[in-house]
């Protein structure tokens, strides 16, 4: 009959449905007629079109949808019939569809009436069923075969027997006999779902691939009708159940049905079943096809099972023991007979099983270190099977070792816990076997979970921290880049202070690291370890002098170490700030020591800086400073403000002169200088050398040949002037110097050509005029003032521009 039908010519769908409606509605006047066997009879005729095999999967469903409906009607009939005479209307009639030529309406129709029979006749259940599943078994075309055994589960559905066994009556139906029947019908239905795959021609494969999966559920229902059974038993599912299914999986050596089923096992049936049958379950992962990826089976699996952990607060534990020891015993089996596994399937079915330890075993770290160390081995025997140092960071391999080591901290962090990962004595084994690449990212995540928490790490977890550090600054295969040197940076700032012993120990061991980084990489992390140091010298000034003492000391060694690393700018910036950190201090020789900082500073300045401009933005920042620091006695500041008037003047340009001149005046007046007897600190106030380096700038001004330039020296000085008179000191040769530079800028004025930058410096000068005119308030001079103490730790790059613009620093 196949033969024939598939040398017909294809019928379109829309013709086959339309010729269907026309059958069904003389089937229907049959019936109303209450004529049953003429009814049958077109019945028949409508059934006959499901024996085209030419349609495609989706096609024929549709064609069966619409018969099956139809034939709802016939089963409706046929059941109000026998209720009225069962007797004398079922066996009759049951026997007589069988007359029919053709096996599929025959067959079809057997299913109805037998179905619909054995609704008013329950006791004939089982012999009816039996029949039905082994008459079925003449369909052999899969299709056909398929559609026609998913019809008979559709209408014995109700009629399954769902009782216990009868112990004083055997015979009688129960749940047993449809476990039996059930099973018999998956067997039947996935030997012609696999066979599909085989028909046809090699490059056909594909196509029918796609086509079986679309109708992979009409198989899957017969495992959910059994789980759905209220009577089965845990024993009958070990038993009886779920070895005949692993049987029919394992034995069909189709990837596609092995995967689809496994899965479908895992969805359908409780969870207390699986608690009592891993063993046997993850034994038939391993026996299935090497193509079929058992990576997704298990972690469905250990999904299923860490959910329902979850739910009943709990560990969990079936008859062949803790879940987690079987399913490590099982996937060291499974991987281990699997040859030719891919590394990152290896590595993907560690991922559940670290993610059941986490939800079931959170309180056993061993758990955890065994998987960690399983991973280390596994990928170790890898490189050194394939000869490689690591893992491509880009490898799908890579991928699932940063998804497993992510798991533990994510878990860690969301009880606020996330220094527990580096507690697992193997973590540093499966973090070293990564490639640095790699590494960073596992780094990063873990210290940005750490901060997230607001946690620090103490001298117990400091090792395995920093281990985890410094791949973000050592690396022999990659340069890192200033977001990697950055985090490393702020490690610095995660240690914790609490006990000041052991947070200086910790600062020492981690500056001693940083200081064996290559040169630019310790410009981005030694001054984090210098800022340390200060701020444990002044915690601990009080308390612990011997401690704070000893941090100066340190941070004067590590800047040091960077000067001979051929780091000036960065040396003198650090220099100044731990001068101006000291002068809080009252440890004994802290004032000789902040002095040596500053005279450190000063030898960087003159030996190591050429670049007029860093030359610029160093003396600014000595001047800026030695204004802040209030701890020197008169005899030392006059040493370094005599430095700094000297550096101002040996500076290339003459503009540069004489605007460091300018700044370098204010140490003459707003420098707190301490009294012999160290008790108080006053201002300087020394008016004479105040306008004795005005005068000073104003002839180095002189010497500028570029016009405009020479005119926006003499504004500045002029606007300095005026600073100091608004501040107090009244000196007649200071005035006499503001109106002759005031009368300079005029005749300036007068000489230059018209353009933007002399009408800029036009508007200047008539703004500092009405300034001067009118009242000094308070405000503009500590305007004045704030604009010369620049921070000290002012960018070097940000050196003065000579322009015309610029306005006073």
């Known amino acids: 009959m196949g033969a024939v039908d598939d040398k017909t010519i294809k019928v379109p769908l829309s013709d086959s449905l339309q010729n269907v409606k026309h059958d069904a509605f003389q089937m229907k006047k049959q019936l109303d ?259 079929v990826n058992v990576k997704n089976i298990v972690n469905a699996l250990v999904d299923r099972l860490s959910n329902f952990a979850t739910n009943n607060e709990g560990t969990l534990s079936g008859k062949d023991g803790d879940v987690f020891s079987v399913f490590s015993g099982a996937l060291g089996e499974i991987i281990g007979g699997r040859n030719g596994l891919a590394l990152e399937n290896v590595l993907g079915m560690q991922i559940p099983l670290i993610q059941l330890a986490l939800t079931c075993y959170k309180s056993e770290p061993d758990f955890i270190n065994k998987i960690l160390h399983t991973t280390a081995e596994m990928v170790a025997t890898y490189l050194e099977k394939n000869n490689l140092t690591s893992i491509p960071s ?3 391999a890579s991928r699932e070792t940063v998804a497993l080591m992510k798991l533990p901290i994510t878990v860690y962090a969301a009880d606020g816990a996330p220094l527990r990962i580096l507690e697992l004595s193997n973590f540093g084994d499966a973090f070293g076997i990564m490639a640095n690449e790699t590494k960073k990212i596992v780094a990063t995540f873990i210290l940005e979970k750490i901060m997230e928490a607001e946690a620090s790490i103490d001298l117990d977890h400091f090792d395995a921290a920093l281990t985890v550090v410094k791949c973000l600054y050592n690396s022999d295969t990659d340069q890192p880049d200033s977001e990697d040197l950055d985090l490393a940076a702020r490690f610095a700032l995660l240690l914790d202070n609490s006990s000041p012993k052991d947070n200086f120990e910790m600062t020492i061991r981690l500056s001693e690291e940083f200081s064996n980084a290559d040169t630019g990489v310790k410009s981005f992390l030694l001054p984090t370890i210098f800022a340390r140091f200060c701020q444990i010298g002044r915690d601990c000034s009080s308390e ?64 190591e800086i050429c670049d007029s401009k860093e030359q610029v933005a160093a003396l600014q920042q000595l001047t800026s400073t030695l204004l802040k620091v209030e701890c020197f006695k008169e005899e030392e500041h006059a040493s370094l403000r005599s430095q700094c008037v000297l550096a101002a003047s040996r500076l290339l340009r003459k503009a540069d002169q004489a605007r460091a001149i300018l700044w370098t005046s204010h140490v003459f007046w707003s420098s707190k200088v301490l009294s012999p007897d160290a008790k108080e ?75 933007a930058d002399a009408e800029k410096l036009a508007a200047h000068f008539e703004e500092l005029e009405i300034k001067m005119k009118g009242p000094s308030p308070q405000v503009e001079s500590q305007g004045e003032e704030s604009a010369v103490s620049d921070e000290v730790n002012q960018p070097e790059e940000e050196a003065p521009e000579e322009s015309v613009e610029n306005n006073e620093e």
């Open 394 to 396: 880009s490898s799908p």
């Open 544 to 607: 612990n002098p011997d401690i704070s003492k000893e941090a100066f000391s340190k941070a004067h060694e590590l800047v040091q170490t960077l000067a001979d690393s051929e780091l000036p700018l960065i040396s003198i910036r650090l220099y100044l700030q731990g001068a101006a950190s000291i002068q809080h201090c009252n440890f004994d020789g802290s004032v000789d020591l902040c002095y040596e900082f500053f005279t450190q500073a000063f030898v960087i300045y003159e030996e």
């Open 681 to 755: 600190s006053s201002e300087l106030r020394n008016e004479k050398k105040v306008v004795d380096q005005l005068k000073k700038a104003s002839k180095t001004a002189e010497k500028c040949l570029e016009a405009l330039l020479r005119q926006q020296l003499y504004i500045e000085i002029l606007e300095k002037a005026h600073f100091y008179i608004s501040d107090g000191l009244e000196n007649a040769d200071l005035q006499t110097l503001a109106d002759s530079m005031s009368q300079k800028i005029k005749e300036k004025q007068a000489e230059t050509q018209a353009n």
């Open 33 to 291: 007629e209450l004529n049953i066997d003429e009814a049958l009879n077109h019945a028949a005729t409508m059934l006959q079109h499901l024996q085209k095999a030419y349609y495609t999967p989706k096609e024929y469903n549709e064609l069966f949808l619409t018969v099956t409906n139809e034939l709802r009607m016939v089963d409706v009939m046929l059941k109000d019939a026998f209720e009225k005479d069962a007797g004398m209307a079922g066996g009759e009639m049951y026997e007589k569809v069988q007359y029919n030529p053709s096996i599929l309406p025959r067959l079809y129709l057997m299913v109805t009436v037998g179905t619909a029979m054995v609704k008013t006749q329950p006791e004939l259940t089982k012999a009816v069923l039996d029949d039905l599943v082994e008459m079925s078994r003449g369909v052999q075309h899969p299709l056909r075969g398929i559609f026609l055994r998913n019809y008979l589960l559709q209408s014995m559905r109700q009629i399954l027997p769902d009782t216990a066994p009868n112990q004083e009556d055997p015979r009688e139906a129960c749940v047993t006999d449809s476990v039996e029947l059930l099973l018999k019908n998956f067997a039947e239905m996935n030997k012609l779902w696999v066979r599909m795959q085989h028909q046809g021609l090699q490059r056909d494969a594909p196509a029918r691939t796609a086509e079986r999966k679309e109708i992979r559920n009409l198989v899957g229902t017969n495992l959910v009708r059994i789980s759905q059974l209220d009577n089965l038993t845990v024993e009958t599912y070990c038993d009886k159940v779920l070895p005949e299914i692993l049987t029919q999986i394992v034995n069909c050596r189709d990837p596609l049905a092995q995967t689809y089923l496994m899965e479908s096992i895992i969805q359908v049936f409780p969870d207390e079943y699986h608690l009592d049958t891993m063993k046997p379950f993850l034994k038939a992962v391993g026996d299935l096809h090497t193509q």
